[in-house]
């Protein structure tokens, strides 16, 4: 590290922490709660996240092409912390038959929100930091993604029998405003990394760039990105098998919702 990339990489640091501790406070809640709506129902939530996927990455692609970094970042992070209000309120006042759809909703939505807050972390830190940089420092930043993963799975683990549900899910909310706020410092340190001298690569403040289809274009041309495609659909063709498999397990050994929980938080944590 040189000087002047501590701050920088601190607020780097607390961002991806925060924002993995909040996914995996609720991973463990969705994977319950995908079981309570019945093991054979699964495929059916794994096409809705499919479908709700392809339904909003261009309206997603064009808000990161049209709005500043700045604008757009704590945009995000609180629109989908609002949607976690709204779901604590909806556990909150429904009953037995209401939870069994408002998990699934919960399910399919939770599903897209990985994909979305953590594609965002790293597109605003890779136009942050240099390429230089990012060589020496990325590696440090995804450790903290790591322990926030192991705090958010250990903080549902140990809460998840005796919790409601729905106080998780606030604790989730309050994580991605730290997100926010991590965002809003780190944004204050890039304007000094671009004024370095070792850091004239490093993007302009603005838009994030990109158009909607730019992903898949840049793809379809790269041999490097297009293996890297395969092996992550091979890995989530394994991955759904052995998914279907831990339900079936919680299904049988756990007849509560807090063991069940707690069970999938500990898989996570391990």
Known sequence: MRPGEGPALAWS????????????????IRDQMGVA???ENLPWLFTGTLAGMLALNVPFAWLVKTLPRARFVPLTYRFF??????FAAALYVAGPEGNIWIGRAFFIWLSIFNLFVVS?????IVDVFSAEQ??????????????????GSATTAILARDAPTWALLLGAAVLLEVAVFS???LAQMSDRLRQAPHTGDAPPAGAI??????GIT????????LNISLFLLLFSITSTFLYFEQAGIAKRSFSDRGSQTAFFASVDLL
């Open 209 to 214: 760039g990109g158009s909607a289809f730019a």
């Open 134 to 151: 990012g060589k020496r420092l990325f590696a440090f930043i995804a450790a903290g993604a790591t322990l926030g993963a192991i705090a």
């Open 120 to 124: 965002v972390f790293w597109a605003t």
């Open 13 to 28: 640091w607390a961002y991806i922490f925060s924002i993995l501790a909040a996914y995996y406070v609720l991973r463990p």
């Open 37 to 39: 709506g019945g093991i």
């Open 81 to 86: 912390a609002a949607n976690i209000l709204v």
């Open 183 to 185: 965002m809003r410092g």
């Open 218 to 225: 840049r793809t379809l041309r790269s041999p490097y990105l």
